[in-house]
């Protein structure tokens, strides 16, 4: 079975900072792996993901991970965070591309002015 | 943009009633599911759908039921509401590889 661990509940930036979020996955096989933002009282949106090809992924809104199968990690980062950026970011993944996605417990992210 | 839509988004009813959240979406997805969100915790998979008279139960048990007799219509249903199904209920399709998420419905049972 797969899992996700995301390091941190709450990340706070200032404004014009380095956004990084940590995620560390567990699978017996290669993994799909995808970041999700969340803001209040919304469903989730793609930020990117990760399937088998290139190992730095770009997404919207400035975000980019890197899978590193050697660390297990996915880690996401934006060079300089927007206020805009304020939300709960949750790591999944998923394996063999089949239905099933599993979560990361969520990192809610607050940027200051 | 995704189109999957849920109603009602909040919901504030008492103990030992039904309710049915409805889930649609209009992109022709086989693949639909339904998650539990509590809040500060990651989300949970208490049923999905791979197509038309397709349900199964995810992997956290829940009391609800699901039912599926169109494609763009996935609705759940509690026959009786108690306080521990407090939550927010989160609705999803999938295509090849992504799934798209509606605006969820959040579920106060007193």
């Known amino acids: 079975a797969q899992s996700v661990t995301q390091l941190g509940s709450h990340v706070s930036v200032s404004e014009g900072a380095l956004v990084l979020l940590r995620c560390n996955y567990s699978?017996?096989?290669?993994?799909?792996l995808f970041w999700y933002v969340q803001y209040p009282n919304q469903g989730l949106q793609l930020l990117l993901k990760?399937?088998?090809?290139?190992?730095l992924v770009k997404g919207i809104n400035g975000f980019e991970a890197e899978f590193k199968k050697s660390e297990t990690s996915f880690h996401l980062t934006k060079p300089s965070a927007h206020m805009s950026d304020a939300a709960e970011y949750f790591c999944?993944?998923?394996?063999?591309?089949?239905?099933?996605?599993?979560f990361g417990a969520g990192t809610t992210v607050t940027v200051r002015a | 943009e995704a189109d999957i839509y849920q109603t009602p988004r909040y919901l504030v009813i008492g103990t030992g009633k039904k309710i049915t959240l409805e889930c649609s979406q209009t992109?022709?997805?086989?693949?639909m599911y339904w998650y539990q969100q509590d809040p500060g915790m990651e989300l949970h998979l208490i049923h999905y759908?791979?197509?038309?008279?397709?349900?199964e139960k995810g992997d956290l048990s829940s009391e609800s039921t699901v039912s599926r007799i169109r494609t763009e219509h996935f609705p759940l249903t509690l026959e009786s509401a108690r306080p521990s199904h407090t939550s927010q209920y989160l609705c999803?399709?999938?295509?090849?590889?992504?799934?798209?998420f509606g605006p969820g419905t959040r579920l106060t049972v007193t």
């Open positions: 699978s017996s096989v290669p993994p799909y």
């Open positions: 999944a993944v998923s394996v063999n591309n089949d239905y099933k996605l599993s």
């Open positions: 999803a399709s999938r295509d090849f590889y992504e799934q798209y």
């Open positions: 759908s791979y197509g038309v008279n397709s349900t």
């Open positions: 990760y399937t088998s090809a290139a190992t």
């Open positions: 992109m022709g997805h086989d693949k």
